[in-house]
């Protein structure tokens, strides 16, 4: 008897042991895994240059492993990850929680926009002999302007000489083209980030008036004399398009056709692939506009005048008042156009009109000014253009008169359907403003 005790005092003793050992692996399958803890944003933007600290919630967070991944690379191990962007786009940045009980992860899509993409540019002609012209910035997310901003991202660089006037810029295959009047360089900067990328240098012969893309490797260069073809991978000029000289302003290309605006000839419309003349629009001295039909449009005398792109017909509409031209101290057209809508400012002689007129395939739409800008403020420069991004119409102007009142500037924004004025930033300074650049 004494043997089969013992014996069950053993087996006694081997089930509790187990029932021990049953229930330390219950209490480790018990451990609570990480959890995605409530609402959180995931989305966000940034701009190149900028930080971002991201901070995700997790539930039963406690003794877990993080793991953070940005476009596919393990970037680190903490709770928390500053994303410091190093190249514009959107980004996919993913975070794990991890402990014995199980995981959970957050993945964030964050756009980083170029340093100078969330906006645009505001090229000023600067004050003839006492500074180069300058390029400005508008931030669509702070709703201000910034100042000088080409020499502040590249500080060995500069646009003199002082005689010279910064006059047009455009974006062309994601880069920034800065086209400089009376001896001033033309330069090339990427459109995003504004670093210079090329230049043709100032020169006392140079007198550019503007830029125009024709292909990946082409492009065209307006001048006080005649149009020059430019090489864009050495940005180096080849020589003038035989049969066309005097002043040239601007021009644009749409389909197999470049449109010309020429002081002696009106318009010119060259073939795109050969350069040879296709047509002459005489007379003509304002342009040019581009509604959503492609169809061009341009202004001279007290005629508006429709170009089809295609047929090169033309058609022409009553104005109701003179269309002026800018040869006199050359600056870009003072005419633009929304998706099917044509703004064109009624100037003076040598610019400084304060009205601004619509054309909606309506000839009653010319009877009354669309805009009248606010009192003792005239146009400088282009003075208008459409915003593509908030579908404005972006005017600035200058108090009327001269010397000191030339310091007054302001930056408008008009609704292309109403003609109301939505938002107005002052600013002081001798800026001269040419025209509005948009990616």
């Not at 296709?278 to 169809?295: C, Q, Y």
């Not at 429709?306 to 003072?334: D, V, Y």
């Not at 146009?379 to 000191?404: C, H, I, K």
Request: charged share 15%; net charge negative.
């Amino acid at each position: 008897m004494r043997l089969n005790f013992t014996f069950f005092k053993q087996l006694f003793l081997l089930a509790f042991a187990v029932t021990i050992v049953g229930c330390s692996n219950d209490d480790a399958i018990l451990i609570n895994p990480p959890s995605v803890e409530g609402s959180q944003q995931l989305q966000d933007t940034i701009t190149m240059g900028e930080s971002f600290l991201l901070s995700p919630k997790f539930s039963n967070a406690e003794n877990s492993i993080f793991e953070w991944i940005v476009d596919g690379e393990i970037v680190g191990n903490d709770s928390t990850y500053v994303f410091i962007p190093q190249t514009r786009g959107t980004h996919q940045v993913s975070v794990q929680a991890k402990n014995e009980g199980g995981e959970a992860s957050l993945t964030y899509d964050i756009h980083t926009w170029g340093a100078f993409e969330n906006g645009f540019y505001l090229i000023n002609e600067g004050w003839f002999g006492h500074g180069t012209g300058t390029v400005g910035f508008y931030r669509y997310d702070t709703q201000k302007m910034e100042d000088s901003v080409f020499v502040k991202t590249n500080p060995t660089k500069d646009l003199y000489p002082l005689n010279s006037t910064l006059q047009f810029g455009t974006v062309y295959n994601e880069k920034l083209y800065l086209v400089s009047k009376a001896g001033g360089p033309v330069v090339v900067s990427d459109a995003y980030s504004l670093v210079e990328e090329q230049r043709i240098p100032s020169n006392s012969g140079n007198n550019w008036r503007a830029f125009v893309g024709v292909s990946e490797t082409q492009g065209l260069l307006s001048s006080s004399n005649g149009i020059h073809k430019v090489n864009l991978e050495t940005l180096v000029v080849e020589g003038a398009i035989p049969g066309i000289s005097g002043q040239i302003g601007d021009m644009v290309k749409v389909g197999e056709y470049i449109f010309v605006l020429s002081q002696r000839e009106g318009v010119i419309i060259l073939n795109a692939a050969t350069y040879e003349v296709e047509k002459r629009i005489p007379e003509m001295t304002l342009g040019f506009a581009k509604t959503e039909d492609n169809n061009i449009w341009v202004a001279g005398g007290t005629t508006l005048v429709k170009i089809n792109p295609s047929t090169l017909e033309t058609e022409a509409i009553e104005l109701g008042f003179k269309a002026n031209s800018s040869w006199g101290a050359w600056h870009p057209g003072s005419i633009t156009a929304s998706a099917n809508t044509v703004f064109i400012a009624k100037n003076g002689s040598f610019g400084g009109g304060n009205e601004i007129y619509s054309y909606t395939n309506d000839i009653a739409s010319l009877q009354n000014p669309f805009i009248k800008l606010p009192e003792a403020e005239v146009l400088y420069g282009a003075g208008l253009a459409f915003n593509p991004d908030s579908g404005q119409l972006v005017v600035r102007t200058v108090r009327d008169g001269w010397g000191e009142n030339f310091s007054y500037n302001k930056l408008h924004f008009y609704n292309t359907a109403s003609g109301a004025l939505e938002n107005t930033i002052g600013y002081e300074g001798y800026y001269f403003p040419a025209s509005p650049v948009f990616h």
